[in-house]
Nanobody, 114 residues
Framework: QVQLVESGGGLVQPGGSLRLSCAAS????????MAWYRQAPGKQRELVAR???????DYGDSVKGRFTISRDYAKNTVYLQMNSLKPVDTAVYYC????????WGQGTQVTVSS
């Protein structure tokens, strides 16, 4: 069983930055893709960013140019750097890994508010 543990969420003012981390319990080499999703209250879970095994990345339209996904194989960790945060970015952010099966983390709350 794979465990994904997110961290780095919190309260930040509009225009601020946060970096989320997703630590995997095994080598992230084994995954075809890793991604960040988010879910705001009353809304469906949506894709924020993903990175494929070959390094290709893509982003949800609402975060392009502000968020960056990256990975560190040595630490088995995927990151989401979030800049220029807006109140609409407030949500629970989930890490997702796709290999033979799909795995989810428990989520980390991000709140953007003044």
């Amino acid at each position: 069983q794979v465990q994904l543990v997110e961290s780095g969420g919190g309260l930040v003012q509009p225009g601020g930055s946060l970096r989320l981390s997703c630590a995997a319990s095994r080598s992230i080499f084994s995954f075809n893709a890793m991604a960040w999703y988010r879910q705001a209250p009353g809304k469906q879970r949506e894709l924020v960013a993903r990175i494929l095994s070959g390094g290709y990345t893509d982003y949800g339209d609402s975060v392009k140019g502000r968020f960056t996904i990256s990975r560190d194989y040595a630490k088995n960790t995927v990151y989401l750097q979030m800049n220029s945060l807006k109140p609409v970015d407030t949500a629970v952010y989930y890490c997702h890994a796709v290999g033979v099966a799909g795995y989810w983390g428990q989520g980390t709350q991000v709140t953007v508010s003044s």
